[in-house]
């Protein structure tokens, strides 16, 4: 089981050097790098913003960072993405990381119901972690699928 936190200051260079990775850029639903200033404009206000929950999954053993998984809240619904750090890849730990972090969300945002991913057809990966957990695909288009979970108050994702 990993371990689960809020993120920190302190993983706002960690969050920024993962996002410039090239294979999440690739993945990622904007695929520009990111500058600096800007990361740390968007991660501090990410923060402070009662409306997001940015949370860091860390490995139950050696406590390294495995992912940042964030929540954006509205109303009874949240979109959730997940960054795997680049180290981390094809150890299996995303599925673990979403488990635990929607049930981390579900204990400061129990009035939330559904909880959506967009994820790109190329990206195989997280399509099999979040089905894996219990996302269902709801529709597509060109560009993406979209997957939702349904939170019930006392459930646990698979």
């Keep these: 089981m990993p371990n689960i936190r809020k993120a920190t200051e302190d993983d706002s ?15 990622s639903q904007i695929t520009d790098l990111v500058e600096w200033d800007g990361h740390s ?16 999954c860390e490995d139950e ?3 390294e960072k495995v992912s940042i998984v964030r929540f954006d809240i509205e109303d009874k619904r949240a979109l959730i993405s997940i960054n ?31 909880i959506d991913a967009k994820i790109k057809p190329t990206n195989i ?6 089905i894996g957990v219990g996302f269902v695909m709801v529709k597509e ?9 349904v939170l019930c108050n006392n459930s646990k994702p698979k």
């Design 125 to 130: 990966p997280s399509q099999k972690s979040f």
């Design 84 to 114: 795997l750090s680049p180290k981390m890849r094809g150890k299996r730990k995303a599925k673990g990381c979403l488990r635990d972090a929607i049930s981390f969300f579900q204990k400061y945002f129990s009035g939330v119901r559904f």
């Design 61 to 63: 053993i050696t406590d």
């Design 141 to 149: 288009d060109a560009d993406f699928l979209y997957y939702e979970y």
């Design 13 to 27: 260079k960690d969050i920024f050097d993962w996002r410039n990775d090239e294979l999440t850029r690739r993945l």
């Design 41 to 56: 404009v968007w991660f501090n206000e990410s923060l402070s913003n009662t409306k997001r929950l940015l949370l860091i």
